[in-house]
């Protein structure tokens, strides 16, 4: 079965749960607080095999000049299949009027996020306050 995509904020914290923690992230651990966020997002775009959540993206906008992608992960078991890469062309396709694209990219991700048009800054570096270790 091919793999299709939705635009929806709706999801189960199964869902959820197992997603997150298939890339290992730490996140995945409050699954209940993934369902809020993901309500409260401006943009989520998902992958789904049939029933099961596969894949997602997540963005934040400021609705004219500034989009920033949050979350983009792709269980395992469905990664090399450009599900990816599909859905950053869904992020770039609805914010493609906008003058500023983020993304902070793990330092083992930054050759995909390169391939899919995102430029690595020169004179800035990511910063938080986190009590997740992932």
């Not at 914290?13 to 401006?42: I, Y």
Request: net charge negative.
């Amino acid at each position: 079965m091919p793999v299709s995509y939705k635009d929806t904020h709706d999801f189960t914290s199964q869902e959820l749960e197992e997603l997150f923690l298939s890339v290992e992230w730490s996140s995945g651990h409050f699954p209940d607080k993934l369902v809020v966020a993901m309500r409260n997002f401006s943009t989520v775009f998902s992958a789904w095999d049939g029933d099961r959540l596969v894949g997602m993206v997540c963005a934040m906008d400021d609705g004219i000049m500034n989009a920033y992608v949050h979350y983009l992960l792709v269980n395992p078991a469905y990664q090399q299949q450009k599900i990816g890469r599909t859905l950053v062309s869904m992020i770039k396709e609805k914010y493609k009027d906008y003058l500023r694209i983020a993304v902070i990219a793990y330092d083992d991700e930054l050759h995909f996020y390169s391939d899919c048009g995102f430029e690595k800054s020169k004179d800035a570096s990511p910063m938080f306050i986190t009590s997740l270790w992932t």
